[in-house]
């Protein structure tokens, strides 16, 4: 038996315990309780505050030149969200509201006017009943001028968007020479060329790598070619002079980013390019780096939501247009971001008074400037409008053009 003096300190401590573990009975749980989701989500996007979650979500990287767009989501956890007002701000500054309905989430899609170049703060909020029921943590978000920066950030394709979709595995190959109607190609790595002398075949998820002079070929023959989601490289300097990448026929061509040749894309009759990306030209010998390169004796092309950057090269065009082989008729380059080389585009007749120009439109594309401007338009009939200054969104003038 332990001494008195310990038996009676150890009475009072028991006692002590019994008295406050009914005091802590005694409070109330908290009133409050949600969903695990919306308790254990962390970072920037979601704020507890007033009695409703509110979530923010928006791209960190932005241009001045293109609305941006923000969702906000609002639950109230154990109940339901009031009808009210949702308001997105960057600091004191309104940037875009929404009406909201009662419910039990509420999810609200905002277009935000063009943001200045700069750094935004911006957060959401919603207010109810003349009151702040809730507001979102803060997003950093970087507005920068033009699009050329980040084509993404317009909807514009990139390295990111184009060529094989990342996690493809891809099957080793030599060069390749399709004689067969109906043909598929899919996964493959082609270290060589790939040429295609028959109808209705698709290249898709593929790479092909090579120094040819013409990495790419299509037959004239060879209708209702489509090549989608492939990638094709030149090699650049370990290539070959008077390189191209995609040549001839009339494919429809989707997704596709070429690199590391002189010319990027020499199309025949018929040719259909969208949200595909030319790129990093370079190539051995005396070279004159044309994107997208139409010298004549060619009609209905279309180039449309595509990016074209030679805006690492002094010369000569992201789109050449002319008349050196015959005449062009109904091409259509509208829509695109077209940057760089000596001008920024060409629809030059100078070639031959006999073969001419015609019909050749230039609309809603985004320019930058090339080493000596924006165009190069003469003897030719061009249907020139909504084409801009990338960075200010200012309008490109065409003297003379219809």
């Keep these: 038996m332990p001494p008195r003096p310990l038996r009676s300190a150890l009475v009072v401590l028991t006692a ?9 009975a005694a409070v109330p749980a908290p009133s409050w309780s949600g969903a695990p989701d919306d308790l254990t989500r962390t970072g920037p996007e979601v704020s507890r505050a007033g009695g409703a979650v509110v979530g923010l979500r928006m791209a960190r990287r932005v241009s001045d030149q293109r609305r941006a767009r923000a969702v906000v989501t609002v639950t109230a956890p154990g109940g339901r969200v009031p009808a009210g007002r949702v308001v997105l701000r960057s600091g ?15 999810r609200v899609v905002l277009d935000l006017r063009r943001l200045r170049p700069g750094q935004h703060r911006v957060h959401a909020v919603l207010r109810a009943g003349g009151r702040r029921l809730g507001r979102s943590q803060v997003v950093d978000v970087t507005s920068r001028a033009g699009c050329a920066w980040r084509p993404t950030a317009c909807g514009l394709p990139s390295a990111a968007t184009t060529g094989v979709p990342r996690g493809t595995r891809l099957r080793a190959s030599g060069s390749v020479t399709v004689t067969r109607p109906g043909t598929v190609i899919d996964g493959l790595d082609i270290r060589g060329t790939l040429t295609i002398k028959a109808s209705r075949v698709v290249v898709r998820n593929t790479r092909i790598r090579g120094s040819g002079f ?30 191209s990448g995609i ?28 949200r595909s ?44 247009i002319d008349n050196y082989f015959g005449a062009v008729s109904d091409v259509s380059v509208t ?66 053009s219809s």
């Design 16 to 24: 002590t315990a019994a008295a406050l573990a009914a005091a802590l």
């Design 214 to 243: 013409w990495v790419v070929t299509v037959d004239r023959a060879a209708s209702d070619v489509v090549i989608k989601d492939v990638e094709v490289d030149g090699l650049g300097m370990r290539g070959q002079a008077g390189s």
């Design 92 to 106: 004191s500054r309104v940037l875009a509201s929404a009406p909201t309905r009662a419910g039990r989430r509420v």
């Design 247 to 274: 040549v001839g026929g009339s494919p429809t061509i989707i997704r596709t980013r070429v690199t590391g040749v002189e010319n990027g894309l020499v199309p025949g009759s018929g040719t259909r390019v969208r």
């Design 277 to 320: 990306y030319v790129h990093g030209l370079a190539a051995p010998g005396s070279p004159h780096y044309d994107g997208i390169q139409i010298d004549g004796g060619v009609r209905d092309i279309s180039v449309t939501t595509s990016t074209v950057d030679v805006s690492d090269q002094t010369q000569t065009s992201a789109v050449m």
């Design 335 to 400: 829509r695109n971001l077209l940057m760089g080389g000596g001008f920024t585009v060409y629809a030059d007749g100078a070639f031959s008074d006999s073969d001419g120009i015609r019909t050749v439109t230039y609309a809603g594309n985004r320019l930058v400037r090339g080493y000596y401007g924006y165009h190069l338009v003469r003897n030719a009939r061009v249907r020139w409008s909504g084409n801009v200054v990338d960075r200010t969104g200012a309008r490109v003038r065409v003297p003379g």
